[in-house]
């Protein structure tokens, strides 16, 4: 059996990973992946409905994954720690080895695209 800590461990690992599971907040993390975006451009970048990336927003702030900047009458989002990137960056090396693995895999849902 694990240790607490170690459990604890991987449920907050779990909880991270859920969180970057759906595919809207995934498209909202590539897109500040090149920098800060307010939410018309967040919305742009994602083709997803303005009420729907603010709600997918306010979940990813409240877990420390973006952050919000205000500019004048505009707030500005961006990655919430720059390993963000690496993490997602991590993931697109290893889907390049493992893409027909994993698009192969029926044990999740399959992607739309």
Do not use: K
């Given at each position: 059996?694990?240790?607490?800590?170690?459990?604890?461990?991987?449920?907050?690992q779990?909880k991270?990973?859920r969180?970057?599971?759906?595919?809207?907040?995934?498209?909202?993390?590539?897109?500040?992946?090149?920098?800060?975006?307010?939410?018309?451009?967040?919305?742009?970048?994602?083709?997803?409905?303005?009420?729907?990336?603010?709600?997918?927003?306010?979940?990813?702030?409240?877990?420390?994954?973006?952050?919000?900047?205000?500019?004048?009458?505009?707030?500005?989002?961006q990655?919430?720690?720059?390993?963000?990137?690496?993490?997602?960056?991590?993931?697109?090396?290893l889907?390049?080895?493992?893409?027909?693995?994993?698009?192969?895999?029926?044990n999740y849902?399959?992607?739309?695209?």
């Open positions: 059996m694990l240790a607490d800590t170690s459990l604890h461990t991987l449920y907050l779990a991270l990973f969180g970057l599971a759906d595919p809207s907040r995934l498209a909202i993390l590539e897109a500040l992946r090149r920098g800060p975006l307010h939410v018309s451009a967040i919305v742009a970048a994602t083709g997803l409905s303005q009420p729907n990336v603010s709600n997918h927003l306010r979940c990813l702030s409240e877990c420390g994954l973006v952050r919000a900047e205000t500019r004048g009458r505009f707030v500005h989002y990655l919430g720690d720059e390993r963000i990137e690496q993490l997602l960056r991590l993931a697109d090396e889907l390049a080895d493992t893409a027909c693995g994993v698009r192969a895999c029926g849902q399959r992607a739309s695209r």
